[in-house]
């Protein structure tokens, strides 16, 4: 009942699009810090702020981590894992929060996300790989691409207003 009405209220103010919870200024970087709020987002009202890693069972603050020898797309099928500094594999938390993203993208029938780009979870374009960048998607981006979502970076959120 509770979600139903939470759901309502978002059609009422036109939610558009999935949106990194960080950019937005919310606390839940593997750090505990926050970054700058994004200001064309925050001025925009139709995003839901979501952090997949949050969504997954993850603490904040957490041991960063990275997709080893891999993207999102290899997490996905089993040829990468997710492995934080500590050495403990994330991977199952990884995809449970993807899918939880993906889970309430569907029941607010969105099709749309803006997600952190260099994010294990969130990249677009780009992620780490130990110090270095390489090309390729995070988990969360990687899952909602494969389901047909227009799926953008952070360094493209001018495009929202194309
Ligand atoms: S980049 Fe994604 S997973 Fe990382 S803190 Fe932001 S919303 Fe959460």
Not at 32 to 53: D, H, N, Q, T
Request: glycine letters at 8%; charged letters at 20%.
């Amino acid at each position: 009942m509770k979600l139903h009405c939470i759901t309502l209220l978002w059609q009422d103010f036109n939610i558009v699009f999935i949106v990194s919870a960080c950019l937005l200024g919310l606390k839940c970087r593997w750090n505990g810090l926050k970054y700058p709020a994004e200001k064309r987002l925050l001025y925009l009202s139709g995003a839901i702020p979501l952090c997949p890693e949050q969504l997954g069972g993850l603490a904040t603050p957490r041991a960063p981590a990275q997709i080893i020898n891999g993207n999102g797309f290899d997490v996905l099928s089993g040829r990468a894992r997710v492995i934080n500094s500590a050495g403990i594999d994330v991977t199952l938390e990884f995809i449970a929060g993807a899918q939880e993203v993906l889970k309430i993208a569907r029941q607010n029938k969105i099709s749309r996300a803006v997600l952190k780009e260099r994010s294990p979870s969130c990249a677009v374009h780009c992620l780490y790989q130990g110090k270095a960048l390489i090309s390729g998607m995070g988990v969360t981006s990687a899952l909602l691409l494969s389901e047909d979502f227009d799926v953008l970076s952070s360094e493209e959120i001018d495009k929202l207003y194309a």
